[in-house]
């Protein structure tokens, strides 16, 4: 069974950047669709970025131009950039990956079937 191991999550000011890894312990960036998502005290799990097996990306509304997902296939892991980070940032953030699964756009958690223990980020003002 495939694991992903996040990194990456920090404590930083307002209008800074972080940015967050997920290793794979096996071939799977080439292979899955995979995306990020992030849950606040509180607050339902939310889809931040995806990106499939072709390398097509999708975002949520409230970080599109600021957040960047990306993966080097060839070290199994994946990326999101995060820029310009405000508060409403602060939540940890898990990696998700969709063995099998053809994805298609930014869609539920529940249609991801294997996760990270995820990584915390903190934004400061």
């Known amino acids: 069974q495939v694991q992903l191991v996040e990194s990456g999550g920090g404590s930083v000011q307002a209008g800074g950047s972080l940015r967050l890894s997920c290793a794979a312990s096996?071939?799977?960036?080439?292979?899955?669709?995979m995306g990020w998502f992030r849950q606040a005290p509180g607050k339902k799990r939310e889809g931040v970025a995806s990106i499939d097996r072709d390398g097509v990306t999708y975002y949520a509304e409230s970080v599109k131009g600021r957040f960047t997902i990306s993966k080097d296939n060839a070290k199994n892991t994946l990326f999101l950039q995060m820029n310009n980070l405000i508060a409403e940032d602060t939540a940890m953030y898990y990696c998700?990956?969709?063995?099998?699964?053809?994805?298609?756009?930014?869609?539920?958690?529940?249609?991801?079937?294997?996760w990270g223990q995820g990584t915390q980020v903190t934004v400061t003002s």
């Open positions: 998700a990956a969709a063995p099998g699964k053809r994805l298609y756009g930014l869609v539920p958690s529940e249609a991801y079937t294997t």
């Open positions: 096996a071939v799977a960036t080439n292979n899955w669709d």
